[in-house]
């Protein structure tokens, strides 16, 4: 996946790559500064350990990422502003070597170390692409990058696990090669790309499709700030003043700069914008379009486990009831809709989609989590069971139905109910707990019994302790006890009654 920023600084070595909010990076110094990451890592790594970035929402961060996969080995983009108790939990399945962290971020990160059973030691990013590689360094690296397969571990991301515990996403070099081509060549991308992005780069979006889109093409991404996106209007004179003309982002973005007024001012030249993440507001996609009649849009189908897997591409003038999610990327996946008997459904009844293709390789130390999720055919094809219910028409195109089991899309997170059921198990004087999803008002909610002295002011912060800000409980309830069924189990459609 290195090839791309190679390529790219060899054609345009004096093109900017990335902006941030402090600096601008071109392409010539993200690929200096990635090998001279490469080299430090290349002569001092011992076991092929994944080395954790604990740095910011920049332009550094992507560089470290790049020098870290030339080393051969798997980066771990953190966000490092959740709470210590679940890095923690990701600490204690990665035992990392190394951390890398800039000047700005390095105390904490020597702090948080410090706190480990297994101390991992903090590298500065400033100090490690200070000068020039010595000899050894260069030919450490290398043999590292000469050794590397298209099988290897390229990202670990981490996302919800419904036993409270982080799932670490392992994606090869194969995997996101396989989704980066086909989105450039799909969507069309080129030098003239220049791009907007508003995912974190620890969430799919960000460091799959943003980052690698902007390599392989050529173009320019703008790392916008969160607070660039609180004022509907402001942003989109922000993207007009920087040219931008293409757009991934979750839809409830799209909702809410429709719903603010966003599109009533100053606007930016958009040639393509595209979504993923949740079902898109045909109201909203209504306003987008009309606001910005030659765009291009579409509808993106995938997860961290996927990249992307399908997508309806939205014709020009073409009237939608219903948004699909389209059909399989060309020449990339195959989706395959199955029973509980793991028998194909005939066209138009529902069945999970199951994804054979390049996909993730594994959670990361988690063979039993790894055993039901994916798997190899008679074939030798590599599938993900995606636990999404789909059905399929005549002309093949797919429509989403829903979740097969407890885990949810909000705020464009795919969200276990379970992590957020043991967090609060773990409060001491709750004696149980369900969270549901109202999907009606997008918002989680949670009921729990607990003695008298639990507070929900204190039950609330012990959840904003444990679980980051997009699993946080919209509305606790409490309630004398749980209803249940006949045979003792928690009624749960009793509890979905009550939102």
Known sequence: MTDYLEKAAVRLPGKVAIVDEVRQMTYGQLLQDARRIGGVLASRVGEKLPVALWLGREGRSIAASQGVAMAGLAYVPLDISMPRKRLRKIFALLQPDFIIADQANSEAAKGFAASLEK???????????????????????????????????????????????????????????????????????????????????????????????????????HLLPASAFMFPRDLMKRLAGLGINTIFWVPSLFRQIAEMGGLAGELPPLETAYFCGEPMPMGALAAWRQAFPKCSFSNHYGSTELAIAAWYPIGAGEELDYLPIGQPCRGKNEIRLLDEQGSEVPTGEVGEMVVFGPVASEYFGDEERTREAFGVDAEGKRYFHTGDLARRDEAGVLTYVSRSDAQVKHMGYRIELGEIETAADAVEGLSASVCLFDKEKDTLVLFYVAAETLTEKALLSELTDSLPRYMWPARLERLSAMPQKQGGKIDRQALKEML
């Open 119 to 221: 101390v991992p030691e903090v590298l500065i990013y400033e100090e490690m692409t200070a000068g020039e590689l010595p000899e050894a360094g260069r030919a450490a690296l290398g043999r590292a990058m000469a050794q590397r397969s298209a099988d290897d571990a390229l990202s670990i991301i981490f996302t919800s696990g419904s036993t409270g515990t982080p799932k670490g996403v392992v994606s090869s070099h194969r995997m996101l090669a396989a989704y980066t081509d086909w989105q450039v060549e799909a969507l069309g991308m080129d030098e003239q790309m220049v791009r907007a992005s508003q995912s974190p780069l620890y969430f799919a979006i960000g460091a799959y499709s943003d980052v690698y889109a902007t390599l392989a093409a050529g173009g320019t991404l």
